[in-house]
């Protein structure tokens, strides 16, 4: 559902503690730029702000099983860490996270933070399908893809000037 946030425009900034596979460092930026991998795992209605709940219950079954449509791709405009629940709540607007889902996430293990990368994101011209392989599964920040995916033709789901007035809402709040 993120995805697809980020995908419309609705959203520039992503909101991560860390999967299970990152271990006791919890999340960390390793890529600065990365396709958006859709995925179906932890998703409830509970879990985004009311307006989007039906979107949710619309797509909260895998579509192609087996098989993965990569559409998206990211560039990390910039990262900070919010240690700050208060800082967190301010951002209340800015993604489709419910307020429930962001206190879960931020006091989540022994740390309480999330990471929040704005990031800049691109639309392909045609998605691409992929088996959805092993090494995809599970609750992981990244993965790496078995092939390579084009950018050519990829275009900004949002204006320019649309980006960088969301930048600085966002910095507005957490600075």
């Known amino acids: 559902m993120v ?3 980020l995908g419309q425009g609705r959203q520039i900034l992503i909101l991560r ?4 596979a990152e271990g006791p460092r919890g999340f960390e930026v390793t890529d600065r730029q990365f396709f958006l991998f859709p995925t179906y795992l932890h998703q409830a209605p509970s879990s985004v702000v009311p307006e989007w709940r039906e979107a949710l219950a619309a797509e909260s079954v895998d579509p192609s099983p087996g098989r993965v449509s990569i559409s998206l ?15 967190l709540r ?5 993604h489709i996270w419910s307020d429930e889902i962001v206190s879960e996430r931020f006091k989540r293990w022994s740390e309480e933070s999330v990471t929040a990368l704005l990031v800049r994101v691109y639309a392909l011209p045609t998605p691409v399908v992929l088996d959805s392989l092993p090494a995809y599964a599970g ?3 990244w ?3 078995s092939e390579q995916v084009s ?12 980006f960088e007035r ?9 600075s």
């Not at 950018?151 to 649309?162: N, S, T, Y």
Request: proline share 2%; glycine share 8%.
């Open 17 to 20: 503690k860390g999967g299970i």
């Open 90 to 94: 301010a951002l209340e607007g800015a």
């Open 151 to 162: 950018l050519e033709g990829a275009r900004p789901v949002i204006a320019d000037e649309d």
């Open 139 to 141: 609750c992981k920040s």
């Open 3 to 5: 995805c697809r946030a």
């Open 166 to 174: 969301k930048l600085a809402e966002v910095r507005a709040v957490t």
């Open 143 to 145: 993965i790496t893809l």
């Open 73 to 87: 791709y990211a560039i990390v405009s910039s990262w900070l860490k919010i240690a700050s629940i208060e800082k």
